[in-house]
């Protein structure tokens, strides 16, 4: 009966090979595993370009705002800085509960214009 040892060699070494080739496939430079790891990398920062541009946009908008209309130097100036309008009446209504911060500041004195 004829040794199957030359075969079972051949196909030992075919196997080897297999794996050999299939080592840079999947962890070597250009591999998959790589791949997917930039591919993950590159969607992340494409999901923060876009937060990046929607905050952007956002702040553009404000400075158009700013430099084309009033309503928004009003806005502010009412909400950041307390100012109000003269002849304008200003109600603040306070929780009773809650301890406030504010130092209370009587309004401004106007006096009458005299006539000539």
Same mark, same amino acid.
């Given at each position: 009966? @004829?040794?199957?040892? @030359?075969?079972?060699? $051949? $196909?030992?070494?075919?196997?080897?090979?297999? #794996?050999? $080739?299939?080592? @840079?496939? =999947?962890?070597? !430079?250009?591999? =998959?595993?790589? #791949? =997917?790891?930039?591919?993950?990398? #590159? $969607?992340?920062a494409q999901k923060k370009n876009d937060e990046l541009r929607a905050r952007n946009a956002k702040l553009n908008s404000e400075v158009q705002d700013l430099k084309d209309g009033t309503g928004a130097v009003e806005e502010r100036a009412r909400y950041e800085l307390g100012m109000i309008k003269e002849n304008e009446i200003f109600v603040q209504v306070l929780d009773p509960n !809650?301890?406030?911060s504010f130092v209370s500041i009587p309004p401004p004195k106007i006096e009458p214009k005299e006539k000539h």
């Amino acid at each position: 009966m @004829p040794c199957k040892c @030359p075969m079972r060699l $051949i $196909i030992l070494c075919l196997a080897a090979l297999l #794996v050999l $080739i299939q080592y @840079p496939l =999947w962890l070597g !430079k250009g591999g =998959w595993l790589r #791949v =997917w790891d930039l591919d993950q990398q #590159v $969607i992340s920062a494409q999901k923060k370009n876009d937060e990046l541009r929607a905050r952007n946009a956002k702040l553009n908008s404000e400075v158009q705002d700013l430099k084309d209309g009033t309503g928004a130097v009003e806005e502010r100036a009412r909400y950041e800085l307390g100012m109000i309008k003269e002849n304008e009446i200003f109600v603040q209504v306070l929780d009773p509960n !809650k301890k406030s911060s504010f130092v209370s500041i009587p309004p401004p004195k106007i006096e009458p214009k005299e006539k000539h």
